[in-house]
């Protein structure tokens, strides 16, 4: 074994998952489904990653219903992707290795008009700038009656992820969809008793939580991905993320993956470092889609640049103030940052995107000391693969054959 740090090979256990060791990858939208199903080419990404040595897999924004979804060919669990998620469950676990689904509901994030006809749902009433994109200028705001039965929609989702064969279901309350729609100030405007302070924003997301634990929580491990830095003027950051991990560890949550960032108002903070506008202009097919980057690229801050570890000083605070177990994420590049996170920390487990995206077997490369650190440069062109028909893939490297990205797997 090469020079690792400490603890980072050593099992961890979340609610009813033991981990071989403490290396998660991160929900990362693949780009690899089709009409709300898997293809093969999603099978073999996540198998990659396995057998390159993370403990957990964690295949990406997984909407729980047709609604809830922000574009077409997003994964959707429903009955008929049970088979196909199973080819992908078993593939994974045949590399030893376990694997979780992100659940989540786009809420007003969407670029699809709702069956029902009406406005997408959200915490509050008023202009949506990205349904404004497609044609949806107007969000609404979401009963308590439709609340409830969202929540029994995630419930529901999970059940289908448990059929499928996942070990561990991750609840998206982050990055500005549905329930961090809930959670954020600057979102949230409600004054009932599901807006108002951090008891009040977390009613809904909590609500969440305690259907998918009552669900599966006995057989899965049930994560929450949270905000500790939203990024933006009036936005959550580490004080208050400490206040919501208090209230989830309180409701019985496994385990916390800690990131920050908020697709509208600052995705640059997903990334720690700038979007790559030119690139991701180049890829989108509707002039209004490029306007809205225009507008983008004027917003996104000039002297951001990437550092190891951007979320450090946000997230500690939540390791002060919870005893559960926290995935640390955001800019986790090499030995020494996983050394950091887990050792110097005390998180749990460390949680990979990019550095995962660009190498699928870093881990083991770390575990046998053929690698200390990331090729990975923070580009983030990736971002601007993910529709493409290869899905999402590092530039600093061929595209992944296209074909098995058209064929629904199993
Ligand atoms: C191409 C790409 C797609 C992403 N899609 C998702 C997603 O679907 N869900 C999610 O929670 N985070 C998504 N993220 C964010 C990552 O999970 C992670 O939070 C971010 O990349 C920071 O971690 P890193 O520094 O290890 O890359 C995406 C990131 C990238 C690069």
New binding site residues.
């Given amino acids: 074994m090469g020079r690792t740090a400490g603890s980072a090979f050593t099992p961890l256990t979340i609610g009813p998952l033991t981990l071989r060791n403490r290396f998660v990858k991160?929900?990362?939208?693949?780009?690899r489904s089709r009409g709300g199903l898997p293809t093969e080419a999603l099978v073999e990404h996540h198998r990659a990653v396995a057998a390159g040595g993370v403990a957990l897999t964690?295949v990406?924004?997984c909407a729980v219903a047709g609604d809830g979804r922000t574009f077409a060919d997003q994964i959707c669990l429903r009955p008929d992707a049970v088979r196909p998620l199973r080819a992908l469950t078993d593939a994974v676990h045949r590399e030893g290795a376990a694997v979780a689904a992100?659940i989540?509901h786009g809420g007003a994030f969407s670029f699809l008009k709702p069956a029902s006809g009406l406005r997408p749902g959200s915490a509050s009433a008023g202009f949506n700038p990205t349904g404004a994109l497609h044609g949806m200028p107007l969000k609404r705001a979401l009963s308590p009656a439709e609340l409830e039965t969202i929540a029994d929609i995630f419930a529901a989702a999970a059940r289908i992820a448990e059929e499928a064969g996942f070990d561990a279901v991750?609840i998206?309350m982050?990055?500005g969809y549905l329930l961090s729609q809930f959670l954020s100030p600057g979102e949230n405007r409600r004054d009932d008793a599901f807006g108002g302070d951090m008891e009040g924003r977390a009613r809904f997301p909590r609500m969440v939580l305690r259907r998918v634990l009552d669900a599966v929580g006995a057989r899965m491990a049930v994560m929450c991905?949270i905000g500790v830095f939203e990024g933006y003027r009036g936005g959550n950051e580490g004080d208050d993320a400490a206040r919501l991990a208090s209230l989830l560890e309180a409701d019985g949550a496994h385990m916390l993956?800690l990131?920050?960032?908020m697709n509208v108002q600052a995705p640059w903070w997903?990334?720690?470092s700038k979007m790559p506008i030119a690139e991701m202009k180049a890829a989108e097919p509707g002039f209004v889609g490029r306007r809205a980057l225009d507008m983008l690229s004027l917003m996104q801050p000039r002297a951001l640049a990437f550092r190891e570890m951007?979320f450090r000083d946000h997230s500690r605070k939540v390791r002060a103030a919870v005893r559960m177990p926290l995935g640390y994420?955001?800019?986790?590049?090499s030995l020494a940052s996983v050394d950091a996170a887990l050792s110097e920390d005390g998180f749990d487990a460390v949680?990979?995107?990019?550095?995962?995206?660009h190498d699928p077997a870093l881990v083991e490369r770390f575990r046998t000391g053929t690698a200390e650190a990331s090729g990975?440069d923070?580009c983030?062109r990736?971002?601007a693969?993910?529709h493409g028909p290869s899905g999402?893939h590092c530039v600093l490297h061929a595209p992944p054959d296209a074909a098995p990205n058209q064929r629904i797997a199993g």
């Fill in positions: 991160s929900g990362a939208n693949e780009g964690t990406a924004y992100q989540t991750e998206h982050g990055h991905k993956v990131s920050g960032g997903i990334f720690g951007y994420l955001g800019g986790v590049k949680v990979l995107g990019r550095a995962l995206l990975c923070s983030n990736c971002v693969t993910m999402t």
